[in-house]
């Protein structure tokens, strides 16, 4: 089972990489040419191929949470939920791709390009777009830890569930990290009665005060663990399962 060690262990982890990240930054700054000359050889503003890259983003992310919309709705009007296996091979079918790997850019590649054109129009745009902007809510912030904890855990199964699955290695994460969302966002609707679409927003909302709340801090850092699990055991299916349960 996915674990509260793997929580901790992740979590000191987690600090060592920020460290490692914030170096890596400085270095960044001061002389990573061959860096930027490298994403830049790979792709530029020049030839509209930025906006192309990020009109393909956006439209990739609208395929994705309409298809999640989809599916979770199927599962609730049949009261029954797809396996971790039905809910992949439904993902899969829909080929979403990640435009990064498209043109062989890392996300640090993206980066320093958003950075280098950061004043564009389009760019800001597009960026806020691919964040979410905007929206009010009639949900507290309890309310809001309250479904993100329950979705937390539900996550945690169904990943479980999905690395206990043959051939993982053969399997993208990509389509992977939709699967679990489908599945787990239609069992914790189903507890709440609360779509998932309503709890992103209210996120959006009440953003001042979440990130100044260790609750959902913590749910937050603990979300992003998870699926890093799941990712090393799709990049390296011979990493050891944790034996204690999350929260237990």
């Known amino acids: 089972m996915l674990s509260s060690g793997l929580l901790r262990n992740s979590s000191r982890d987690a600090d060592e990489e920020e460290s490692t990240r914030i170096e890596e930054k400085a270095a960044a700054s001061k002389g990573t040419a061959d860096s930027k000359a490298q ?5 530029s503003k020049e030839g509209g191929t ?7 983003m956006i439209h990739v992310e609208d395929l994705a949470k309409r298809l999640v919309r989809e599916l979770v709705d199927e599962q609730l ?16 079918a ?9 043109y062989g850019l890392s996300v640090e590649d993206f980066e320093n390009m958003i950075t280098e054109f950061q004043g564009d129009p389009f760019v800001m745009q597009a960026m806020a777009t691919l964040a979410g902007v905007g929206g009010t809510t009639s949900m507290s912030v309890s309310q809001v830890i309250e479904c ?7 996550m945690a199964a169904v990943v479980q569930s999905f690395c206990e699955l043959p ?3 053969e399997k993208h994460f990509r389509a992977a990290s939709v699967a679990v969302k489908v599945v787990a966002c239609a069992m914790a609707e189903a507890k709440l009665a609360v779509k998932s679409e309503d709890v992103d927003t209210a996120v959006r909302a009440l ?25 090393g055991r799709i ?14």
Do not use: C, W
């Open 39 to 43: 994403a830049g050889s790979k792709i």
């Open 50 to 56: 930025v906006q192309q890259l990020l009109t393909e």
């Open 77 to 92: 009007a049949r009261k029954s939920f797809l396996s971790a296996e039905e809910a992949y091979v439904r993902v899969d």
């Open 94 to 102: 829909a080929q979403l791709y990640d435009p990064l790997e498209k």
């Open 148 to 154: 993100k904890e329950v979705l937390l855990h539900q």
């Open 167 to 169: 051939g993982l290695d």
């Open 207 to 231: 953003q001042a005060e979440l990130v100044q709340n260790a609750q959902f801090v913590e749910i937050h850092k603990q979300t992003q663990q998870i699926m890093g699990y799941l990712m």
């Open 235 to 248: 990049m390296a299916p011979k990493v050891a399962a944790p034996k204690e349960d999350i929260g237990g």
